[in-house]
């Protein structure tokens, strides 16, 4: 089985918790003020700005960046095929190593929840793609998984189902991320960090009793794996 049949048959059993909970992703869409990297997108990025997402075959987290800038010219790639039918966006398979694009082609480049997936050199080479494709004062953003104490314990199963509740229940994630790693890598690709910070997520917290309650009343596991990934993320915004 080749790598993408791989991932074609992984995404095909495992959607991401954000996309289960439609109404999280609607609010963060509506009040983009809650995060810092849609604050900064809003402000910063030039009209009809040319803007590639990676690794984005749910488009979960493209619809966040897409509604408060519905200008922006958006492109996706995804090594896996396991897409919808009529993308939102304009759709390319792909390697997110080796980039289906010509130099300097966008104006901003983002990528979340891929970079944990990556061993080394390959976590380099993403970053060195992603030089390579942006724009000069071009800016990027990724966001990956953190070393948050919670999400490195190994649970017992809840109601007799997997849920991933810990880093490592996913069999895909190679390793965690910490901030200065990510400027780390920045710098070894050639690019400028501005911030790198750990992603506070308050909607998490504010909303955390009720998706218990409703995890432990309904027993949706997919509730508890929100949980446990507060605090847990990490992030750097940065320019070429």
């Known amino acids: 089985m080749n790598e993408n049949n791989i991932w074609d048959n992984y995404r095909s059993g495992h959607k991401p918790v954000m996309q289960e909970i439609p109404l999280v ?3 963060y869409s509506s009040f983009y003020w809650l995060r810092r990297e849609l604050r900064f997108l809003k402000k910063n990025l030039k009209k009809n700005s040319k803007a590639l997402f990676i690794a984005s075959s749910t488009f979960w ?31 390319v398979v792909g390697d997110a ?8 082609s966008f104006d901003f480049v983002a990528s979340c929840y891929l970079l944990e997936h990556l061993s080394f050199p390959n976590n380099i080479q993403l970053f060195t793609e992603i030089a390579r494709v942006l724009k000069k004062k ?5 966001e990956t998984e953190g070393t948050s104490f919670l999400h490195f314990l190994d649970l017992p199963i809840f109601f ?5 509740l810990s880093f490592f229940d996913d069999p895909t994630h190679i ?7 990510l400027i780390w890598l920045s710098r070894m690709a050639g690019l400028s960090p501005i911030s790198s ?41 940065g320019k070429k």
């Not at 190593?97 to 300097?104: C, I, Q, Y």
Request: proline residues 6%; positive net charge.
């Open 160 to 164: 007799g189902k997997d849920v991933e």
């Open 197 to 237: 910070y750990r992603v506070i997520v308050w909607l998490k917290l504010f909303v955390s009793p009720i998706l218990l309650l409703l995890g432990l009343v309904f027993r949706k596991t997919k509730y508890f794996s929100y949980l446990f990934s507060i605090f847990n993320n990490v992030a750097i915004i």
């Open 97 to 104: 190593l080796r980039l289906p694009f010509k130099d300097e």
């Open 25 to 27: 992703n609607k609010i």
């Open 175 to 181: 390793r965690p991320y910490t901030r200065r790693s």
């Open 138 to 142: 071009g800016f990027y953003y990724i």
């Open 61 to 91: 987290f493209v619809h966040r960046f897409a509604k408060i800038r519905p200008d922006l010219i958006i492109f996706c790639v995804d090594i896996s095929k396991h897409t919808i039918n009529n993308p939102p966006f304009n759709f």
